[in-house]
C-alpha cells in the first residue's frame, strides 16, 4: 500500500453515502457491497446500507437497531475498544455518544490513522455508551451538521429541567404535553430527561421497539408504553416524530401543548413553521465550538468535513487554529 501524498487521504466518495478507503479496502457507512469490509457507524437510515443482505461490522446495538430497520445481511459484531485486524489495516470503534451503538471508526493503515466519526456527540447522550476518542489521528473525517457559531448547546440539566417543567405545567392545565423528536434516539433522550418525573409517557408506534432495545442494552427509560388513543389525554406525556403534527393521532388531541425538540429548534422560526408552542434545542450532534475543540486536540493532518451544509465557516476556523481542511459531498440529512 502506498499513499501519493502524506498530507492527503486517499479516498472516494461511493454514490449514495459513505467512503471508501480504497488503501485498506474499507467501507464506511456505504450503501453496497464496495468494499472487502463494512463498517456502519449507526443506525439511523442515511448511514445504513441500502442492499440489505450484504455483510457488515457494527457494535450489537447497531446490529439489533439495522435488523428491526429491516437490514437482512449478516453483521459481525465489534465491541468498543476491540481492534479487529485485516491484510492491510487495523480498526476500532469508538463510542461516539449519538444514538445507542453509535460507534466512531478508526482505520489504522501503513499511510496513517484515520479517524471516521460518522455522526457524534461531546459531551454525550445520557442514554449511549459515553464519548471516547483516540488523543490523536492523522486524518480526521468528521461530520458538522451544525456548522456555524449559533448552535451552541445548553448543558443537558438545563434543557431537561425546562422540558420537565413544560410537561407539568401542561398537565396541571389540563393539556397533553406533546414532544416532537425523532423516534431513534431523540425520543429516548427525552424519555429519560422525563423520567424523574415518574409520570407516564406514550410513544408512537414507530418507536416502540427502538425504545425496547435501549432498556435492553441497560438504559432504562422510566415508565412508558406504546400510543393508544383510549388512554393517550389521561394525563400522559406524548413523543412522536415530528412527521405526526398533522397527522389524525395528534389531531384528535384537542387541548394539547406542543414542543419540538432538535438542534434545528435554534431557530425561532421553526417555532411559528411547524406551529408548536415551545422550542427546545436538544441536539445528538457535536456544536460548532466542541468541533473546533476536537480538531484541535486529534491536531490531524487534515480534516474531511461531511454531512454539513456551511464547510466555508468550519474550514475558516480551523485554518486560523493552524489545520488543514477539506469538504467532502455526502449526501443525506435522515435524522437530527
Ligand atoms: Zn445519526
Same mark, same amino acid.
Given at each position: 500500500m502506498q499513499s501519493t501524498d502524506k498530507h492527503n487521504l486517499n479516498y472516494r466518495l461511493e454514490r449514495g453515502h459513505g467512503i471508501i478507503l480504497p488503501d485498506a479496502d474499507v467501507g464506511l457507512d456505504?450503501?453496497?457491497?464496495?468494499?472487502?469490509h463494512i463498517f456502519v457507524s449507526h443506525a439511523h437510515a442515511d448511514h445504513l446500507p441500502r442492499d440489505r443482505y450484504m455483510h457488515v461490522y457494527a457494535t450489537p446495538p447497531t446490529a439489533r437497531l439495522m435488523q428491526l430497520r429491516g437490514f437482512r445481511g449478516d453483521v459481525t459484531e465489534l465491541e468498543f475498544g476491540k481492534p479487529v485486524e485485516f491484510d492491510y489495516c487495523r480498526v476500532t470503534l469508538w463510542p461516539?455518544?449519538?444514538?445507542?451503538g453509535s460507534a466512531m471508526i478508526e482505520v489504522e493503515t501503513e499511510a496513517g490513522r484515520i479517524l471516521y466519526t460518522g455522526d457524534y456527540k461531546?459531551?454525550?447522550?445520557?442514554?449511549?455508551e459515553g464519548f471516547t476518542c483516540p488523543d @490523536? /489521528?492523522?486524518f480526521f473525517i468528521t461530520e458538522s451538521t451544525f456548522p456555524l457559531p449559533i448552535y451552541k448547546w445548553k448543558p443537558h440539566d438545563e434543557l431537561f429541567a425546562e422540558m420537565r417543567a413544560f410537561a407539568t405545567e401542561a398537565l396541571d392545565e389540563g393539556y397533553t404535553p406533546v414532544f416532537l423528536g425523532y423516534n431513534l434516539g431523540k425520543a429516548q433522550e427525552i424519555m429519560h430527561g422525563l423520567a424523574p418525573l415518574g409520570l407516564p409517557v406514550q410513544i408512537h408506534g414507530a418507536g416502540y421497539e427502538l425504545c425496547k432495545v435501549y432498556e435492553e442494552f441497560g438504559f432504562p427509560l422510566g415508565n412508558w408504553d406504546k400510543y393508544d388513543r383510549a388512554t393517550a389525554q389521561d394525563g400522559r406525556i406524548l413523543i412522536t416524530p415530528?412527521?405526526?403534527?398533522?397527522?389524525p393521532m395528534l389531531r384528535n388531541i384537542r387541548r394539547k401543548r406542543v414542543a419540538y425538540v432538535s438542534?434545528? @429548534? /435554534?431557530?425561532?422560526?421553526r417555532r411559528v413553521q411547524l406551529t408548536v408552542d415551545k422550542l427546545f434545542p436538544l441536539s445528538d450532534h457535536i456544536d460548532f465550538f466542541e468541533l473546533l475543540e476536537l480538531c484541535k486536540k486529534l491536531n490531524p493532518r487534515k480534516v474531511y468535513i461531511t454531512h454539513t451544509p456551511n464547510p466555508r465557516v468550519v474550514q475558516h476556523y480551523l485554518s486560523e487554529a493552524g489545520i488543514a481542511s477539506q469538504p467532502l459531498e455526502i449526501e443525506g440529512y435522515e435524522d437530527d
Amino acid at each position: 500500500m502506498q499513499s501519493t501524498d502524506k498530507h492527503n487521504l486517499n479516498y472516494r466518495l461511493e454514490r449514495g453515502h459513505g467512503i471508501i478507503l480504497p488503501d485498506a479496502d474499507v467501507g464506511l457507512d456505504v450503501s453496497a457491497n464496495v468494499a472487502k469490509h463494512i463498517f456502519v457507524s449507526h443506525a439511523h437510515a442515511d448511514h445504513l446500507p441500502r442492499d440489505r443482505y450484504m455483510h457488515v461490522y457494527a457494535t450489537p446495538p447497531t446490529a439489533r437497531l439495522m435488523q428491526l430497520r429491516g437490514f437482512r445481511g449478516d453483521v459481525t459484531e465489534l465491541e468498543f475498544g476491540k481492534p479487529v485486524e485485516f491484510d492491510y489495516c487495523r480498526v476500532t470503534l469508538w463510542p461516539a455518544g449519538h444514538i445507542l451503538g453509535s460507534a466512531m471508526i478508526e482505520v489504522e493503515t501503513e499511510a496513517g490513522r484515520i479517524l471516521y466519526t460518522g455522526d457524534y456527540k461531546t459531551p454525550p447522550s445520557l442514554v449511549t455508551e459515553g464519548f471516547t476518542c483516540p488523543d @490523536a /489521528t492523522d486524518f480526521f473525517i468528521t461530520e458538522s451538521t451544525f456548522p456555524l457559531p449559533i448552535y451552541k448547546w445548553k448543558p443537558h440539566d438545563e434543557l431537561f429541567a425546562e422540558m420537565r417543567a413544560f410537561a407539568t405545567e401542561a398537565l396541571d392545565e389540563g393539556y397533553t404535553p406533546v414532544f416532537l423528536g425523532y423516534n431513534l434516539g431523540k425520543a429516548q433522550e427525552i424519555m429519560h430527561g422525563l423520567a424523574p418525573l415518574g409520570l407516564p409517557v406514550q410513544i408512537h408506534g414507530a418507536g416502540y421497539e427502538l425504545c425496547k432495545v435501549y432498556e435492553e442494552f441497560g438504559f432504562p427509560l422510566g415508565n412508558w408504553d406504546k400510543y393508544d388513543r383510549a388512554t393517550a389525554q389521561d394525563g400522559r406525556i406524548l413523543i412522536t416524530p415530528s412527521s405526526a403534527l398533522e397527522s389524525p393521532m395528534l389531531r384528535n388531541i384537542r387541548r394539547k401543548r406542543v414542543a419540538y425538540v432538535s438542534g434545528w @429548534a /435554534t431557530h425561532e422560526s421553526r417555532r411559528v413553521q411547524l406551529t408548536v408552542d415551545k422550542l427546545f434545542p436538544l441536539s445528538d450532534h457535536i456544536d460548532f465550538f466542541e468541533l473546533l475543540e476536537l480538531c484541535k486536540k486529534l491536531n490531524p493532518r487534515k480534516v474531511y468535513i461531511t454531512h454539513t451544509p456551511n464547510p466555508r465557516v468550519v474550514q475558516h476556523y480551523l485554518s486560523e487554529a493552524g489545520i488543514a481542511s477539506q469538504p467532502l459531498e455526502i449526501e443525506g440529512y435522515e435524522d437530527d
